[in-house]
């Protein structure tokens, strides 16, 4: 296609199946001037390091949070729902940190999914990436039917599936345009709702010591209710919708391939992610469960009817006298809905376009426009998108049960597999004998970290096995068929190709690294103490 040039920058691309690095006179040639260029098959560097930074737990915030803890906190009780959420999330911290420290080092758009081809085996890296796309285009559905719930509290007189439209076309408009405009969109989405969180969290507070509200001091109370202690089942019963909430942290690591300065970007964004994890996530848990008793029959009624005015946020709210409490979380969580559809459209046309620069993707779908969009894998992604979406209407609810299975374990498969692949890149630098220094980002606690996802991946299985109906075969083939056709696409693809376990001297290192320069690490240490601190809230 032919360049465009604008203001004078010149933005690193991705050329061919190649990622073309910036040496340090290249870099500094794009830093003093101003003309972006794009052509043929690259992706454009548009990502500031704000954008990563912000959805690295920005975009993490979303329905499952805002409407589905409640159900967590009757399940499991108070302080078992507590405990499943602190097991997930450090669990989360692990994996973030391990793609962290691969992103940083090999910035590439596909990110884990390259990762696993290169570090581990061709096969797991195409499994990856079917199952990542699949994962986020089949989502869409789920969100349109979500936007259709929350707009219908305001307006019930234009049908459903209007609104759905709407907001399907929206988004495929705002990812046509650029990059950064998906990065601005979720920047701003996502600072609305880390907003929201602190003041919950301030609210819930006020109730609970009872400066707020009528209901007096609370303290601890609900925690002693008959029937509210831990169990070992009901901890890992709900890990489920832990794991639903946290959904979407690893994009972080796709988004690294079309940041600014991924080597400075990604460690600054996954430095603040522990902070992020505890204080909107763990926080709020905890605050949910101390000022809601679990046997609140309207924490089901949130998450299973999509009950805006059932959310525990909107109930704390209502405890503390604001009236309008249901309409503002009906907006909040609205923007949810619109980040979240706005990141499948982004996570899957991405993991698309680099299996294809891989060449375990239709060429097509490597082309992209002047602005460095893939708008073929966009095409596709909407097409796979509306499909599924009409099966939700059509299907009497069948289609979308189906599709809610092949998703809900494909995060905690990809979580696994990237704690494996993490093991494998560490093998691979000492066997090579790489020094640890010459990453940008060091992952703290390995091997531990990925050793205890790991486990935590296969406890989570297990609950689900025990807890399933085995005398309903439909719900046992719910239960496991994500597994079922992980491994299905891992064994096929290496019978088809033929592809085997890359030893560790054979695996690539350097092609496509970043280049880390000590200038990035002096401009680092010198920053602003006031500025790492914002990095935790925008």
């Known amino acids: 296609m032919a360049e465009v040039h604008e203001e004078k920058t010149e933005v690193p691309v991705y050329e061919s199946s190649l990622v073309v690095i910036e ?39 979303g329905t499952g ?25 450090l669990m989360v911290y ?49 969100e349109l039917t979500a936007a259709q719930i929350i707009i219908g509290y305001w307006n019930s007189t234009i049908p459903t599936w209007v609104w759905a439209i709407v907001i399907m076309v929206l988004m495929v408009g705002i990812n046509l345009v650029q990059v950064r405009a998906y990065a601005e969109l979720e920047y701003w989405l996502s600072i609305i709702k880390v907003l929201t969180v602190l003041v919950f969290i301030i609210v819930g507070i006020l109730v609970n010591v009872g400066a707020v509200g009528n209901q007096g001091y609370i303290g601890t109370q609900y925690w002693y209710i008959d029937g509210a202690a831990p169990t070992f089942t009901g901890i890992f019963s709900v890990a489920i919708y832990a794991f639903y909430s946290f959904g979407g942290t690893e994009l972080v690591a796709i988004t690294a391939g079309e940041s600014e300065n991924p080597a400075v970007a990604v460690p600054r964004a996954i430095r603040v992610t522990f902070w992020r994890i505890f204080l909107f996530f763990i926080l709020t848990v905890l605050i949910i469960s101390l000022d809601i008793p679990y046997n609140d029959p309207n924490l089901f009624t949130a998450m299973d009817d999509s009950d805006v005015s059932a959310s525990p946020f909107t109930l704390v709210f209502q405890n503390a006298g604001i009236g309008s409490a249901a309409s503002i979380m009906n907006g909040i969580i609205l923007t949810s809905v619109l980040s979240a559809t706005n990141s499948c459209f982004y996570a899957s046309s991405r993991t698309l376009t680099a299996m294809a620069k891989e060449g375990k993707a239709p060429k097509i779908f490597m082309r992209v426009t002047k602005h460095g969009v893939p708008v073929w894998s966009m095409v596709f992604t909407t097409v796979i998108a509306s499909l599924s979406f009409l099966g939700t209407i059509w299907g009497n609810g069948v289609v979308f049960s189906w599709l809610i299975a092949l998703t809900g374990s494909s995060s905690i498969l990809t979580w696994a597999s990237i704690s494996v692949i993490h093991i494998r890149f560490r093998m691979a630098l000492k066997k090579q004998g790489r020094s640890l220094s010459d990453l940008p980002y060091r992952a703290l606690f390995f091997p531990v970290g990925p050793i205890i996802a790991l486990i935590i991946s296969a406890l989570v299985f297990a609950s689900y096995g025990y807890a399933a109906d085995w005398s309903n075969a439909a719900a046992v083939v719910n239960t496991y068929i994500s597994v079922v056709i992980f491994a299905i696409l891992l064994v096929g693809f290496k019978i088809i190709k033929k592809t085997k376990l890359i030893p560790l001297d054979e695996v690539d290192l350097d092609t496509d690294r970043w280049e ?21 809230f925008m």
Not at 51 to 57: D, G, Q, S
Not at 516 to 525: G, N, Q, S, V
């Open 23 to 61: 040496t340090n006179d290249e870099k500094a040639s794009r830093e003093t001037s101003e003309t972006p260029s794009a052509s043929a098959n690259q992706l454009q560097r548009r990502m500031k390091t704000r954008h990563l930074t912000m959805i690295a737990i920005g975009g993490t915030i």
């Open 65 to 89: 949070l805002f409407l589905t803890v409640g159900a967590s906190v009757a399940e499991a009780g108070p302080a078992g729902c507590f405990i499943s959420y602190v097991i997930v999330g």
């Open 516 to 536: 880390y320069t000590p200038a990035d690490a002096e401009a680092e240490k010198s920053r602003k103490w006031y500025k790492h601190v914002l990095d935790w």
């Open 94 to 142: 692990s994996i973030v940190m391990s793609l962290g420290e691969m992103s940083a080092y090999l910035p590439l758009p596909g990110a884990f999914n390259s990762f696993g081809s290169r570090f581990v085996d061709p096969a797991l890296g195409f499994t990856l990436g079917v199952n990542y796309f699949f994962q986020w285009a089949l989502s869409v559905p789920s």
